[in-house]
């Protein structure tokens, strides 16, 4: 019976800060960039993630990738790309940002519908950090995850990355990232 | 005719306190109500009273915290003296972005080293430029050899474009082993497994372009070394049928990368 009555408590305590997790396996970052002859899709799995979630409704979120886990589809141009992103000094990706959830996504899990959340963020690429605001989209699907889909364009040259080049023509300068996470509630 | 009075309930003090007592029950939280249980069944804790980790559950949770404190009450956590601050992982400045969730990270494994990085871009970059040059040649020499062979099996040979094509399957055998030694000496500071990607295209037409160069070689010395015999024709007509495959081998090898 003290077992069943702590359990019990444990459920109706009140709700601190709560954190989720990036589950990797069913997550993906992808980037495109463009250039006159063709259009490069690199994508990785490897990726950390976490959201807290304070009582307030704020929510801090921070996703991060290694720069050499992007896939191409050429290992070449790969390889390349750890250059230009200077891969040894600056070996991560780091996205990291805040959003007011209230009224927003707290309120549409009652419904259990989709909410639209605007990520107040900070993208660090090439060890340069650049604030930009990042539209969301959260979905509470019913298996208990909520999955993460956005997308948002970065300037290479902002970065101060060298744009690589093809037959002397440089590729464009704006980078498009695609968001899709899955996260977990985790244990308390 | 005097009507059949409608029956009622007697209201009764038993009957009122079986209702009061009915009620009472009703309006019990779930935990009094608690599913009965055999005595020999191990207890534990049920999944309606589980807390409720999905997203959407924890979210939920979020804003019954939130109801009291906007009526006006006083937080639960508040009320229990607890710290309603967020956990210390979130750490740092809430309102900006000085916050780590992730803590320090590991280093990828697979960290290139940046001079080598480097040189190979170097190289490459090298082995790019050559590399248009040299398909550029092979087409000029192909070109010419065409022209050479129409011109010394045609109705009145005049020679004319024999040193053109010489000079240039010289310049372009040349490139080829230059361009291709570029390659393959550049250094590899990252180890990645073999797929069947558009570097692997451009690697099996080359081989095979070099494959074809050699031949062309050893076929065109051979061919002219044949002057005066009848067989000599058909060596040229070999030679220059392997002259075509090396171009499109090349082409293939270009496009590969390029497009």
Known sequence: MNVLALALLLAASPAGAQSFTVDPAASSVTYHVVHKLHRVDGRTSTLEGKAVLQPDGKLLAMVRAPVSSFDSGDRNRDTHMLEVMEASRFPFVVVKGVAQLEGGLLAVAQKATTADVKLQAEVELHGVKEPMTIPLTVELRPDGTARVKGAFEVSLERHQIERPSLLFVKIDDACKVDVDLVARAAKP | ?259
């Open chain 2, 1 to 259: 005719m005097q009507g059949i009075p409608p029956m009622r309930a007697p209201r009764t003090p038993l009957r009122a306190a079986r209702l009061a007592v009915l009620t009472a029950i009703l309006a019990l939280p779930a935990v009094g109500r608690a599913d009965p249980r055999l005595l020999d069944e191990p207890l534990r804790v049920t999944a309606a009273s589980a807390p409720d980790l999905s997203v959407r559950g924890v979210l939920l949770a979020q804003v019954e915290a939130a109801k009291p404190a906007a009526d006006g009450e006083q937080k639960p956590a508040e009320a229990a003296g607890g710290d309603p601050k967020p956990a210390p992982a979130a750490g740092g400045d809430a309102g900006g972005m000085d916050f780590d969730l992730l803590g320090e990270a590991k280093p990828p494994p697979d960290a290139a080293d940046a001079g080598a990085l480097r040189l190979r871009r170097q190289m490459l970059t090298a082995h790019q430029v050559i590399g248009f040059g040299l398909l550029a040649t092979q087409l000029a020499t192909t070109i010419a050899g065409q022209l050479n062979y129409s011109d010394k099996f045609g109705s009145s040979p005049t020679a004319r474009y024999q040193m053109t094509h010489a000079a240039l399957a010289y310049t372009d055998l040349a490139l080829f082993a230059l361009n291709g030694a570029i390659a393959l000496l550049a250094p590899s500071p990252v180890k990645r497994s073999w797929q069947m990607d558009r570097v692997m295209v451009h690697r099996i037409a080359m081989f095979t372009a070099a494959a074809g160069m050699l031949a062309q070689g050893v076929l065109g010395v051979y061919t002219s070394q044949r002057e005066g015999y009848l067989n000599q024709e058909q060596f040229a007509k070999m030679h220059l049928a392997i002259g075509y495959g090396t171009l499109a081998a090349m082409t293939v090898g270009v496009g590969a990368l390029v497009f």
